[in-house]
C-alpha cells in the first residue's frame, strides 16, 4: 500500500511539474478534453430524447415523421463536429506539452553534464549518462499524452454521474458499483508494476552502458577477436531487460482487459435491473437507455485514469533518474573575477597542490613551484606519478582537495565561468576529434580567419598533410578523426589550442605519437612563434625537456627536485636514470644504439 500511494503522490507530483512549467498549453489540451467530456456526455441526452420523443412514439403511431429524424440528425451532427475540435486541441495540446517537457529536460541534462566536473564524470558511466538524457527523459514524461484527456474526462465523469443520478437514483447505484472494484484492480497493478519498472529503467542504462564500450572499444574488440564474448555479453543485458519487460507486459495485459471489462459488466447489471424497473412501472425505457449509455461513457474516463495511472511507475522511476542528475552537488563553484587580456604569457602559481580521486590513496601532495611569464617548463615523472592529474588542475577540469592554482595572481576557483579558458589551453594526450571538416575541429566555431588556421597548423606542422587532404581545411575527418592517423590527430588538436594564442599552454606529452624528427620541428616552432607564452609541457623525451626553462620532476605524487635539465641530470640520480631509460626505449624502438 505504501508502494502504491507514494508512486500516485509523486506521478502527480511528475505532473505537476509539467503543468506549472507549461500552464498555457495544458490549459487549451484540457479545455479541449473538457469540450470532448462534455459532448460525449450531450450524445446521451440527444439518445435518450430521441428515444422518448421520436423512436418509442414512431412504434406507437406506425408512422415516421421526417421532422423528427431531421432534427435527430442535425442534434448528432452538430455534437459530432463539437466534440472531434475537442479532440484536436486535446491531442495537439498534448502532443505539444509532452515534447516541449522532453525537449527542456533534455537540455537541462545536457547543461548539467557540461556544469560538473570531471570528478563527477569518472564516477559515473557514459552509458548511464546517455540513458539519463534519453530513455529515462521520454519515460518521466510519458503520462502527458494521456493527462489532458484524464483531467478532461473526469469532467465528463462528472457530469455523466450527475445526470445518471438525476435520472434513476436506483440504476445509478447499481452502475457505480463498479468504481470499488476499479480501484482495487489499480492497487494491485501498481504494487506488481512498480518495480518491474525500476528494473527495467536501470537495465536501460546497463544496455546503454556495454553498447557503448563495445563500440568505443571497437579497435580493441576487433584486433583481439572478442566480437563473440562482446555479443554475448550485450545479448546478457538485453535479454534481462527483455525478460523484465515481458514481465511487465504480462501485468498489463491482465490489468487492461479487465479494466475494460468492468464497466462492462456494470451496463449489464443496469439493463437487467433497467428491465425489472420498467415492468414494474418504476423507470421509463428511455431513462433505462440513458443510464446504461451514460455508464459506457463513464467507463471511458476509468480508462484514461487507468492508462495515466498505468504510466506513473516508469515516470516515476524516469523522473527520480533525471533528477538525480538536475541535483548533483558535484557543481563546480564559480567567482566573478576576469584576467586582464595582454600580450605577455601568463604567471602560473602553484602553491601547496594536493589531490587524491574518491576513495583513493593521495595522488598529489604539497606540489608548489612557479611558471615565469614567457618561460616553458617541463614536468617529468615515471608513470602514475601524477601528471596527467596536475595538468587537470591546471586547467581546473578539477579542483584540488588542497591548496591553490593561480593565473596572474588570481586563483582558478575565484574567475568567473569561462574566464579561464579565455587565457589558458591544454593539448591531451589523448587527441579527441569530432565528425566534422579539419577548420570546424580547429576553430570549434570561433571566429578565425583561414589565414589564422593555416598558420597554427604550420605551428603545430599539420599544414603539410592538410593541405594533401582531397578538400583541405573542407575535408571531414570522420567520427573521432578515424581517417587520421594518431600523430596527424595531435597535431590537429594542437593547432586547436594555438589557433587561441593562449597566454598559458599546457601540453600533456601531447606530441607522443610524434615521431622524434617532427616533434623537434614542433617545439622548435613553439619556441620562436610562441615565445610570449607560457608553457607547461609534460615530457619524456631528452629533446622536448632539453628546450625547458625548467624541469619540475615528479616522483610519487611529491616534487622531487627541480632545475634546469642539466642540473638535474648532474646532481639528481632518479632523475637521470628515468630520462635515460626513456631515451633508450625510444632508441631501441626506431632500431638505433644510444650512446651515452
Do not use: C
Not at 91 to 106: I, N, P, S
Not at 385 to 392: D, L
Request: glycine letters at 8%; a negative charge.
Amino acid at each position: 500500500m505504501t508502494n502504491r500511494e507514494g508512486t500516485l503522490r509523486d506521478g502527480f507530483a511528475v505532473l505537476g511539474v509539467a503543468i506549472r512549467r507549461e500552464p498555457w498549453i495544458f490549459t487549451l489540451s484540457t479545455l479541449g478534453s473538457v469540450l470532448f467530456g462534455a459532448l460525449t456526455v450531450a450524445d446521451a441526452w440527444v439518445l435518450g430524447w430521441s428515444t422518448d420523443h421520436v423512436v418509442l412514439p414512431a412504434f406507437d403511431d406506425g408512422d415516421i415523421r421526417p421532422g423528427g429524424l431531421l432534427t435527430i440528425l442535425a442534434l448528432f451532427v452538430a455534437v459530432a463536429i463539437l466534440r472531434a475540435v475537442g479532440i484536436v486541441a486535446r491531442r495537439l495540446g498534448a502532443g505539444v506539452m509532452q515534447y516541449r517537457m522532453q525537449a527542456h529536460y533534455r537540455r537541462d541534462v545536457t547543461r548539467q553534464y557540461l556544469r560538473l566536473p570531471m570528478s563527477w564524470h569518472q564516477q559515473h558511466p557514459t552509458g548511464q549518462l546517455l540513458s539519463n538524457a534519453n530513455s529515462d527523459v521520454e519515460a518521466a514524461w510519458a503520462p502527458i499524452a494521456p493527462l489532458p484527456m484524464a483531467v478532461g474526462t473526469v469532467a465528463m465523469m462528472v457530469i455523466a454521474v450527475a445526470q445518471m443520478l438525476f435520472t434513476d437514483l436506483v440504476l445509478a447505484v447499481v452502475g457505480l458499483l463498479v468504481f470499488p472494484i476499479v480501484i482495487v484492480t489499480n492497487i494491485v497493478y501498481q504494487r506488481w508494476q512498480s518495480p518491474l519498472m525500476t528494473r527495467a529503467q536501470a537495465l536501460r542504462a546497463e544496455l546503454s552502458e556495454v553498447a557503448h564500450e563495445s563500440f568505443d572499444g571497437a579497435l580493441v574488440v576487433k584486433s583481439l577477436g572478442r566480437e563473440t564474448e562482446e555479443t554475448a555479453r550485450f545479448a546478457a543485458k538485453a535479454h534481462a531487460l527483455r525478460d523484465v519487460n515481458v514481465r511487465a507486459g504480462r501485468i498489463r495485459a491482465v490489468f487492461d482487459p479487465v479494466l475494460e471489462a468492468l464497466p462492462s459488466l456494470g451496463v449489464l447489471a443496469v439493463l437487467a435491473v433497467g428491465v425489472l424497473r420498467v415492468e414494474m412501472g418504476a423507470t421509463d425505457p428511455g431513462n433505462v437507455v440513458t443510464v446504461a449509455y451514460l455508464l459506457t461513457i463513464v467507463s471511458f474516463p476509468i480508462r484514461s485514469l487507468g492508462w495515466l495511472v498505468g504510466e506513473f511507475p516508469r515516470s516515476v522511476v524516469g523522473f527520480r533518474r533525471v533528477q538525480a542528475v538536475l541535483d548533483a552537488t558535484g557543481e563546480m563553484a564559480y567567482g566573478a573575477r576576469e584576467i586582464a587580456r595582454t600580450a605577455a604569457g601568463a604567471r602560473l602559481d602553484v602553491r601547496g597542490l594536493a589531490y587524491h580521486y574518491v576513495d583513493g590513496p593521495p595522488l598529489l601532495q604539497g606540489l608548489t613551484f612557479s611558471v615565469e611569464p614567457g618561460r616553458t617548463v617541463a614536468v617529468v615523472g615515471a608513470t602514475a606519478s601524477g601528471k596527467s592529474t596536475m595538468t587537470s588542475l591546471l586547467v581546473r577540469l578539477v579542483d584540488p582537495d588542497e591548496g591553490q592554482v593561480l593565473v596572474d595572481g588570481v586563483d582558478l576557483r575565484e574567475l568567473a565561468p569561462g574566464a579561464l579558458a579565455q587565457h589558458v589551453a591544454l593539448v591531451a594526450q589523448q587527441a579527441f576529434l569530432f565528425d566534422d571538416t579539419v577548420r570546424g575541429n580547429v576553430t570549434l566555431g570561433a571566429d578565425v580567419s583561414d589565414d589564422g588556421v593555416w598558420a597554427s597548423l604550420r605551428t603545430a606542422q599539420a599544414d603539410g598533410f592538410v593541405a594533401a587532404l582531397p578538400q583541405g581545411l573542407d575535408t571531414r575527418l570522420g567520427e573521432r578523426g578515424t581517417t587520421l592517423s594518431g600523430g596527424q590527430r595531435q597535431r590537429l588538436s594542437l593547432a586547436r589550442a594555438l589557433v587561441r594564442h593562449p597566454r598559458l599552454l599546457v601540453m600533456d606529452d601531447a606530441t607522443s605519437a610524434v615521431d622524434p624528427e617532427v616533434e623537434a620541428r614542433i617545439l622548435a616552432a613553439l619556441r620562436t612563434g610562441s615565445a610570449d607564452s607560457s608553457v607547461v609541457v609534460v615530457a619524456y623525451r631528452k629533446a622536448t625537456i632539453a628546450l625547458a626553462d625548467e624541469v619540475v620532476y615528479l616522483a610519487d605524487g611529491r616534487i622531487d627536485d627541480q632545475g634546469t635539465h642539466a642540473d638535474l641530470l648532474a646532481r639528481n640520480p632518479g632523475y637521470a636514470d628515468l630520462v635515460n631509460a626513456y631515451e633508450q626505449e625510444a632508441d631501441s624502438e626506431s632500431g638505433e644504439v644510444s650512446v651515452p
